[in-house]
């Protein structure tokens, strides 16, 4: 079984989440656990974008990236699904 922890959220946060809980017929820990994980990636992605940005201000590692997707791009090629 999975264990439990308490957390401390503001009034504000808890009606809205009570709310949310209400209309969507879901319980809060579901929603909670869905928001959390969204946000997770969320921030995965952004800090994805960011490497890729400072990749692309490096012209040198920005052509071995663009090289090796070239690279890649055969293996589109070969017939398995």
Known sequence: MDQ???VTIS????QALTKLSA????PIQTILEQ???Q???????????????ALRDRPEAWQ??????EA???TLEDGLE
């Open 4 to 6: 439990t922890s308490t």
């Open 11 to 14: 009034n504000i946060s808890y």
């Open 23 to 26: 209309s969507l017929g879901q």
């Open 35 to 37: 928001a959390i994980e």
């Open 39 to 53: 946000y997770r990636r969320q921030q995965f992605l952004a800090a994805a974008n960011q490497a890729y940005l």
């Open 64 to 69: 071995q990236e663009l090289e090796e997707r």
């Open 72 to 74: 890649w791009d055969i």
